[in-house]
């Protein structure tokens, strides 16, 4: 059984100091303001928060400091985005030390994995690590591609309890959530763009950053949902969709002709191949939080680059225009 409520989940998107050194001190306001947007957990390591552009030692800080921070007053997650099994298992083991819930794991892709190489993969995490873990499929980052079947597949492992899907088609989603109606494992959807479809279908909430930057909405978004109140709850995915386009395509992106090609592809047949890989956005994410007033940079990890001088004030009028600044 998970132990991760149903929810949203705020992505910590890892802070820097203007050198590009690891701010602790802003890790633990993001943490705190989570808490205090009543937010039902947080995820630190991800992939928005830059998880597989730390280096070994920053990622055992994280987990660390999070732990000391929030255990016990938020759920807990820890991302470990890693090549290897002996590497994703000692992040495992050190989260769970600082009291973390779970521990999430994707595999990317160098040389080819056959699904058993995957399987043992999640099943030395969860019988050895002494945590639950969270499923992470994100194809468009990771490279792995997995059908419904074996996604349900991973789930059945005992002590893999959860799952994040972060795939952007409703007959891929729809499948895995009727094969897990079979299994006690909960799935969450890794988008907000697509919260109030994925609930729709049994899902049990988001992990997503847009929890962050519009906390209230996307409570309000969950809470109308799980009441049945859809009518309320689609205009609120739509205001939040309309933010989220605004905040990534620009304040003149045309919302009507991007969602209506963004929904097309979801509703799609299912194509079993990586389209494109994602754009970043962290670093538009992390001008927002900044002008919502924590207390830290928008500076990002190298190869990336930071927001260029036009954005602030751009992501500063959408902040204000939805009324999340």
């Given amino acids: 059984?998970?132990?991760?409520?149903?929810?949203?989940?705020?992505?910590?998107l890892t802070p820097f100091t203007e050198e590009g050194e690891l701010d602790l001190n802003g890790l633990s306001a993001e943490l705190e303001y989570a808490i205090a947007k009543k937010l039902q957990g947080a995820v630190v390591l991800g992939s928005n928060g830059e998880g597989p552009y730390l280096t070994q030692e920053e990622k055992i800080k994280v987990i660390k400091r999070t732990g000391?921070?929030?255990?016990?007053?938020?759920?807990?997650?820890?991302?470990?985005?890693?090549?290897?099994?002996?590497?994703?298992?000692?992040?495992?083991?050190?989260?769970?030390?600082?009291?973390?819930?779970?521990?999430?794991?994707a595999l990317p892709i160098y040389f080819q994995l056959d699904f058993e190489d995957i399987k043992n993969h999640y099943q030395y995490l969860a019988q050895h690590s002494g945590l639950e873990v969270t499923?992470?499929?994100?194809?468009?980052?990771?490279?792995?591609?997995l059908s419904p079947?074996?996604?349900?597949?991973?789930?059945?492992?005992?002590?893999?309890?959860?799952?994040?899907?972060?795939?952007?088609?409703?007959?891929?989603?729809?499948?895995?959530?009727?094969?897990?109606?079979?299994?006690?494992c909960r799935v969450f959807i890794g988008t907000s763009l697509l919260t109030y479809?994925?609930?729709?279908?049994?899902?049990?909430?988001?992990?997503?950053?847009?929890?962050?930057?519009?906390?209230?909405?996307?409570?309000r978004l969950f809470n109308l949902i799980k009441d049945k109140r859809w009518t309320q709850a689609f205009e609120i995915?739509?205001?939040?969709r309309r933010g989220g386009v605004a905040l990534f395509a620009g304040l003149n992106a045309d919302y009507e002709l991007i969602k209506n090609g963004f929904m097309a592809i979801y509703n799609s047949a299912f194509q079993s191949m990586v389209l494109s890989h994602t754009r970043v956005a962290h670093h538009i994410l992390k001008e927002a939080l900044r002008l919502k007033g924590?207390?830290?940079?928008?500076?990002?990890?190298?190869?990336y680059q930071r927001v260029d001088e036009k954005r602030p004030e751009w992501i500063k009028k959408v902040l204000t225009d939805f009324g999340w600044l």
Avoid: H
């Fill in 135 to 145: 499923l992470y499929y994100v194809p468009e980052c990771s490279g792995l591609l």
């Fill in 294 to 303: 924590l207390p830290i940079t928008n500076q990002v990890r190298l190869p």
């Fill in 197 to 219: 479809e994925g609930m729709q279908l049994d899902a049990c909430g988001a992990f997503c950053p847009i929890c962050l930057v519009a906390p209230d909405d996307m409570n």
């Fill in 1 to 12: 059984m998970s132990r991760l409520p149903e929810g949203c989940y705020g992505i910590i």
């Fill in 149 to 184: 079947e074996q996604v349900a597949e991973l789930g059945k492992i005992p002590g893999v309890d959860s799952l994040k899907l972060t795939v952007f088609n409703r007959w891929f989603i729809s499948r895995v959530m009727e094969l897990c109606w079979e299994i006690d």
């Fill in 68 to 105: 000391e921070v929030a255990k016990g007053k938020i759920a807990l997650v820890a991302g470990a985005i890693t090549y290897g099994t002996k590497e994703a298992f000692e992040y495992a083991k050190i989260a769970k030390s600082a009291g973390f819930d779970s521990v999430m794991s």
């Fill in 237 to 240: 995915q739509e205001k939040i």
